[in-house]
């Protein structure tokens, strides 16, 4: 199945861009996902890109996509301390056509004001 | 809707007792999905359901875990006998058909087996 592998924490100050790095392994995955999962709740969808877009855009978020090196990062721009939160990086199984979601170990990211 | 809803949000117990987490599932989503966070493994499938079937339980730790989805409002997921290994929080999540991989997460059910 997919292998997705993230860096397990970021810091960064109020107001700086904060960049959250994952790699995955299978190439043919159609759908690559950041989820945010803040103290105590569950995971939330937060943004999405196909698997044939480069990049995509939503408010201060930026994902951007190599496909060559298997590369999907996460951008927040001027980070705010709400941001704090888990983020995790998530492919489908190419063999599976149910949505059966590969998770990454999860970043753990600090905004410090 | 009110989302995924889980009971009970904690659990407490001591080892050997029976556990049993429940889950109603947003209404309308075909899938349901049974999770397991730990520090150590991050997140885990344990087993998903399509129409109340069983799909995939491939990630079932070992017998002493069954999980059941009786009708399409409601699941379980059962550990007996506990042990403290299987301390962790278990989400449920649900999805709908053709949802790609969007997942609807619950708050969770943080164990605690003693």
């Known amino acids: 199945g997919e292998d997705v592998e993230q860096s397990l924490f970021l810091s960064v100050r109020e107001g700086d861009s904060s960049v959250i790095n994952c790699t995955y392994t299978d190439s043919s995955s159609t759908y690559l996902y950041w989820y945010k999962q803040e103290p105590g709740a569950g995971l939330q969808l937060l943004t999405y890109i196909f698997s044939n877009m480069d990049m995509k855009q939503d408010q201060r978020l930026t994902v951007l996509l190599n496909k060559k090196d298997k590369h999907l990062s996460l951008r927040i721009a001027d980070t705010q301390t709400g941001d704090s939160a888990i983020y995790f990086c998530a492919g489908i199984d190419r063999g599976s056509t149910l949505g059966r979601l590969y998770f990454g170990r999860g970043t753990q990211l600090t905004v410090w004001p | 809707d009110a989302g995924v809803i889980q009971s009970p949000r904690h659990e407490v117990t001591e080892m050997g007792q029976e556990v049993t987490l429940r889950c109603k599932p947003i209404s309308g989503h075909d899938y349901l999905f049974w999770y397991r966070q730990t520090m150590m493994r991050g997140l885990e499938l344990l087993i998903y359901f399509n129409n109340n079937v069983p799909i995939d339980d491939s990630g079932m730790p070992e017998d002493r875990f069954s999980a059941k989805m009786p009708n399409a409002s409601f699941s379980t997921l059962k550990i007996q006998p506990s042990e403290p290994r299987d301390s962790a929080v278990y989400f449920c999540?649900?999805?709908?058909?053709?949802?790609?991989?969007?997942?609807?997460f619950g708050e969770g059910s943080r164990l605690t087996v003693l």
């Open positions: 999540a649900s999805s709908p058909s053709g949802g790609g991989g969007e997942l609807f």
